[in-house]
C-alpha cells in the first residue's frame, strides 16, 4: 500500500508567477484535500476534491485552484503568487469525503520571493 | 465557526516528565476530535482520535478524553521520552457541508531534553 505523495518538495517562485504543485493519494482513497501551513501556524483547510469535483472550500480566493484527475491523484495550482503565500502545502487523502482517517504527504514547501 | 484553541508553547521538559498540552474547542455540531504530530521536515501523523464525548483516544503512551461539557480534548503522557520531540497539532472534524474538513489548532512545539 503506497502512501500519499507530493511533488516537488521544495519550490521557489517570483510574486507575480503561476504554481502547481501535485499530489498521489493513497491506494483506494477516493477524497483529497489540500491545506496551507505558515510558518509556526496550524494548517488551513483549501479546498477537497471528491471524485473530480470540488467538494468544499475554505476561506481562499479563487486564484487557488485545483483538479482530481481519475486515478484520483490531484493538482493545486495559485495563480498570480503573492509573498504570504510561502508556506507548506499539505495533501491529504481519505475515502467518502473525509469521513475515514486522513493521511497527509510530507508537504510541499514553497518560498515566493 | 468551528475553532481550535491549543495551549502556547514551547514546552520543554526532562525525559521521564509528565505532559499536558490544552485543548479546547468552539463547534457548532457534534465535531470528532484529534491530535496529530509533525516531526521535523515531514508532514502530519494521526496520533489520536475520539468521536464521541467521553471517549478516550490513547497511542504510544499517549491519551486524551473528549470532554464535551468542557469541550475538551487534553493531551497527556505519563512519562516523556527523547524521541517525543515534535509539533503537536490539536483539531476537530465537523460535518460542514458536504466536506469534513480537518480544523487545526495552532500546534505546539515540544521539546524533551536528555
Known amino acids: 500500500e503506497t502512501g500519499v505523495t507530493q511533488s516537488p518538495t521544495h519550490l521557489i517562485k517570483t510574486r507575480g508567477q503561476q504554481v502547481t504543485l501535485r499530489c498521489s493519494s493513497q491506494s483506494g482513497h477516493n477524497t483529497v484535500s489540500w491545506y496551507q501551513q505558515a510558518l509556526g501556524q496550524g494548517p488551513q483547510f483549501i479546498f477537497q476534491?471528491?471524485?473530480?469535483?470540488?467538494?468544499g472550500r475554505g476561506n481562499f480566493p479563487p486564484r487557488f485552484s485545483g483538479l482530481q484527475f481519475p486515478n484520483y491523484s490531484s493538482e493545486l495550482n495559485v495563480n498570480a503568487l503573492e509573498l504570504d503565500d510561502s508556506a507548506l502545502y499539505l495533501c491529504?487523502?481519505?475515502?467518502?469525503?473525509?469521513?475515514?482517517?486522513?493521511?497527509f504527504g510530507q508537504g510541499t514547501r514553497l518560498t515566493v520571493v | 465557526g468551528d475553532s481550535v484553541t491549543q495551549m502556547e508553547g514551547p514546552v520543554t521538559l526532562s525525559e521521564e516528565a509528565f505532559l499536558t498540552i490544552n485543548c479546547t474547542y468552539t463547534?457548532?455540531?457534534?465535531?470528532?476530535l484529534f491530535w496529530y504530530v509533525q516531526y521535523p521536515g515531514e508532514g502530519l501523523q494521526l496520533l489520536l482520535k475520539a468521536t464521541k464525548a467521553d471517549d478516550k483516544g490513547s497511542n504510544k503512551g499517549f491519551e486524551a478524553t473528549y470532554r464535551k461539557e468542557t469541550t475538551s480534548f487534553h493531551l497527556e503522557k505519563g512519562s516523556v521520552q527523547v524521541s517525543d520531540s515534535a509539533v503537536y497539532f490539536c483539531a476537530l472534524s465537523d460535518l460542514g457541508g458536504s466536506a469534513r474538513q480537518l480544523t487545526f489548532g495552532s500546534g505546539t512545539q515540544l521539546t524533551v531534553l536528555p
Open positions: 476534491y471528491y471524485r473530480e469535483e470540488e467538494n
Open positions: 491529504a487523502s481519505s475515502c467518502d469525503r473525509g469521513n475515514t482517517e486522513a493521511f
Open positions: 463547534a457548532t455540531g457534534y465535531p470528532s
